[in-house]
Each structure stands twice: as structure tokens, then as C-alpha cells.
């Protein structure tokens, strides 16, 4: 049999709850599979007796690797394919398949941590704050969507183009987190896209440039769906900062007349370039303000998405929401706005009363 060591794969999900899911290495023998992950590294021996269903699948320039262990479905992902004809022998040496596929929503999200992450983003100093942080941490768990939050018929799913933009719920995200995108991706693109389109250079830009701060936790929501209103899926991503100040700056910048236009058109571009493509020039963003009745600030946009595969169509909204020490992002693919307008404007008001009533006090 083969053996290998395959490194900086990511895996989803955790082996445990909220368990370390990157970087990942990767160690086979006679014996079974081995994964090392985290800093410090955790180790998982697993049989091959007990791994079924193998699957090692390449999609454009990366490589995929599914296996169902325990009646889970695990994926690891990895950005090139240094290993791919060493893993290509090793899933069929026990029984797996070797697929090569489109790219394709749903898989995992190849940018989703960068764009919600960078978000305001740019250096900040993390401070061990004891039973204060987990109070924060806390809050900002609290602060996002849940199905009771919904009307019936909704349900979470994981298969889902809005996976290019909303991290994993299981992960949080701190201050601490590297999360550096290589030189000429789709978030370059999507943040030059953004930076013209709002007038701003990058130096000056707190939104995907050098000007902002990272929040000391991000925590998502799960993606939720519905078939009504013919058909939603959104999420909510709740990000907490250190200090009201950082907020109002962020806030500033997105007060730009034309922020919420530019914001949903540089997101569209991030899950376009998921495909391998461009959002189509003729697709033009407009903006949007929710009717909001609780205090704090909010500004949308809306923008139409051409996903292949997928012929009916499909509207991309955004919506940031920022109050005290908060910044929200409500992400959301419609069928049609008209009709999930009345629902996006009640949960952004939803959000904004949770993040007035939160037990953060404003510094």
C-alpha cells in the first residue's frame, strides 16, 4: 500500500465541535488515515475499516478529498494539487473513486473567510480579556439569525452558493486569525472592483483595504433556506469590535451614497470568480435601505447573478447593519427581491434591536 504525508489541506466539519479545522496534515499507511490539525497539532487515527466511501475530486487548479467516517461526511481541501497522483493512488488502492468536476457552489468556500473576515479589516492587537471575552463572544453568537427567527418551512442546509461568502458556523474568527489571500485572487479583483466603484484607494479603504481593523471575534450564522417567495437562502455574520470608535469610522466610509451598490457588486464578483468567471457588467447593483424602526445604522444592495448550471433567476442581496461595538453583515440569495424585500427588512430589524440590547457597553 501507499504512504503518504500531505500537508496545509483544511477539513470540514471538525472532528469535534468547534475542533480545529486548519492546517491539516494528512498521513496514510497500511493502517489507516491520520490527521494532524491545529496549533499544536491533534491527531485522529481512523482504520481504513472503518472510512467509506472515498472520493478524491479536482476542480479547476484544487483538489478535494470526501470520506464518510462514522456516518459523517468529511471533506478536505487543498489549494493546489502537489499530492494529487500520490492521494489518486491511494483512494483507489481501497476502493474510491478519482472525479474532476466544474467548479461548483456548495463545495467549500474558496474566499468566504477572506471577504467577511477582511471586512473592515486590516491589524489589530488581540487582548486575553478572561470572562469580559467570553461575554463578547457570547454576544456576538447571540446577536445572529436562528430558525426561530424564521417563519415555518425553513431549514439550514449546507449546499449552497452562499458558501462562497459565509464562513462555517462552527468557526470563530478572532483578531488573531491569519487569513492572508494570495496576490491576484478573486478577492483582489473583488476589492479593486469595490475600490473604484466607491471612489476610495485602498491605503484610505476599511472595508478590503489597508485602513481597517479586524474585529476581535466574527461568528457566523447558519445558511438558511426556504422554498417560499420562490426561494431564499441567507445568513447572518455578526462581528464584534474591541471598541465603538473602530465602528464608527467602519460606519463612515459605508455612509457613501453609493456603498451598498458597490458592496453587493464586489460580493457578487467573489462568488463569480468561485465559478471561474465575471459577474456580467450589464447585471448593475442599485441600492437599498431597509425601513428600520430600532436605533442603529444600516445600508443594502442588490444585484442580479448569472450561476451556471442554475437557469432561473437569481438575485444577490447584501446588507451591512452596524450599532455600539457591532457589525453585522446579512447575506442573502433571492428568487425575487420584490418578494423577500417585507422578510430581509424585518430581520435587519431583528438584528439591529439584538445588537441595541446586547450586555457589551459602548467604550
Not at 491539516?24 to 472503518?50: H, M, N
Request: proline share 5%; hydrophobic share 40%; glycine share 8%.
Amino acid at each position: 500500500m501507499t504512504s503518504i504525508r500531505s500537508e496545509d489541506w483544511a477539513v470540514r466539519p471538525p472532528f469535534v465541535p468547534n475542533g480545529p479545522t486548519s492546517p491539516v496534515t494528512l498521513l496514510t499507511d497500511d493502517a489507516g488515515l491520520t490527521q494532524l490539525a491545529g496549533i499544536p497539532p491533534v491527531t485522529w487515527q481512523t482504520p481504513w475499516s472503518e472510512i467509506s466511501n472515498l472520493e478524491l475530486v479536482r476542480i479547476s487548479h484544487q483538489m478535494l478529498l470526501f470520506a464518510t467516517i462514522g456516518g459523517v461526511r468529511y471533506c478536505w481541501r487543498h489549494r493546489d494539487q502537489v499530492d494529487y497522483e500520490l492521494l489518486r493512488t491511494v483512494v483507489v488502492e481501497h476502493g474510491g473513486v478519482v472525479t474532476q468536476r466544474r467548479r461548483r457552489a456548495g463545495v467549500f468556500a474558496i474566499v468566504a473567510i477572506v471577504i467577511l473576515a477582511s471586512f473592515a479589516g486590516g491589524i489589530a492587537a488581540w487582548f486575553n480579556r478572561g470572562s469580559s471575552a467570553a461575554q463578547e463572544l457570547g454576544d456576538a453568537r447571540h446577536v445572529n439569525l436562528t430558525l426561530n427567527d424564521l417563519p415555518s418551512g425553513w431549514y439550514k442546509t449546507s449546499e449552497t452558493i452562499l458558501n462562497y461568502l459565509v464562513p462555517p458556523s462552527s468557526k470563530v474568527y478572532t483578531s488573531t486569525t491569519t487569513t492572508t489571500p494570495a496576490k491576484d485572487t478573486g478577492f483582489d479583483k473583488s476589492a479593486a472592483v469595490f475600490q473604484k466603484c466607491l471612489g476610495v484607494t485602498n491605503k484610505k479603504d476599511r472595508v478590503y483595504g489597508a485602513a481597517g481593523q479586524l474585529p476581535d471575534y466574527q461568528v457566523s450564522s447558519p445558511i438558511f433556506n426556504t422554498n417560499a417567495k420562490e426561494g431564499i437562502e441567507l445568513a447572518s455574520t455578526s462581528q464584534y469590535y474591541r471598541t465603538t470608535t473602530m465602528v464608527d469610522k467602519d460606519t463612515k466610509e459605508m455612509s457613501r451614497h453609493n456603498f451598498g451598490s458597490c458592496f453587493v457588486t464586489s460580493s457578487a464578483d467573489i462568488i463569480m470568480s468561485g465559478f471561474g468567471l465575471t459577474n456580467p457588467a450589464t447585471n448593475v447593483a442599485t441600492n437599498w435601505r431597509p425601513t428600520t424602526f430600532t436605533k442603529g445604522w444600516s445600508r443594502g444592495g442588490v444585484v442580479s447573478l448569472s450561476v451556471p448550471s442554475v437557469k432561473s433567476k437569481l438575485q444577490l442581496v447584501m446588507v451591512i447593519i452596524t450599532h455600539g461595538h457591532y457589525e453585522v453583515t446579512l447575506s442573502a440569495i433571492v428568487g425575487s427581491f420584490t418578494k423577500a424585500k417585507p422578510l430581509l427588512a424585518s430581520l435587519t430589524n431583528t438584528l439591529l434591536s439584538r445588537m441595541e440590547n446586547s450586555s457589551s457597553k459602548a467604550v
